[in-house]
Nanobody, 123 residues
C-alpha cells in the first residue's frame, strides 16, 4: 500500500505563490504516475496536472497552464506542484494521486489518494 500526504497549503494573496508537496510512504513511487487534482465547495474534482513515472512527460489543465508546474523530487518519492500567479478561483482542496499503471486527466486512473491540503487565495 502507498500512503500519500500533501502539505504546503495555506492562505495567500492573489498573485502569490505556493509549493505543494506530496510525500509517499509504504512503497516507493519511483515508477508511479502522479497527478494533482483540486475540489472547490460544490464543484466536481478537477484535474490540474500529471507526470509520468520518469518525469519526462507532463500534462496540465488549461486553467493552470503557464502558472502551475508539476515535478518529481530528486529522491523520486515526493511530487511537487509549484503554483504561481495564484487567483481567487484557485481556492480549493488540493489532492495528489498515484498509480502504477495509468496516468492522465481522469481521476479514475489513480488508485491512491492523499487526504488533501487547503489552498485559499484572497483577493
Amino acid at each position: 500500500q502507498v500512503q500519500l500526504v500533501e502539505s504546503g497549503g495555506g492562505l495567500v494573496q492573489a498573485g502569490g505563490s505556493l509549493r505543494l508537496s506530496c510525500a509517499a510512504s509504504g512503497r516507493t513511487i519511483s515508477y508511479y504516475a502522479m497527478g494533482w487534482f483540486r475540489q472547490a465547495p460544490g464543484k466536481d474534482r478537477e484535474f490540474i496536472a500529471a507526470i509520468n513515472w520518469s518525469g519526462l512527460s507532463t500534462v496540465d489543465a488549461d486553467s493552470v497552464k503557464g502558472r502551475f508546474t508539476i515535478s518529481r523530487g530528486n529522491a523520486k518519492n515526493t511530487v511537487y506542484l509549484q503554483m504561481n500567479s495564484l487567483k481567487p478561483e484557485d481556492t480549493a482542496v488540493y489532492y495528489c494521486a498515484g498509480d502504477d499503471t495509468n496516468w492522465g486527466r481522469n481521476p479514475g486512473f489513480y488508485r491512491y489518494w492523499g487526504q488533501g491540503t487547503q489552498v485559499t487565495v484572497s483577493s
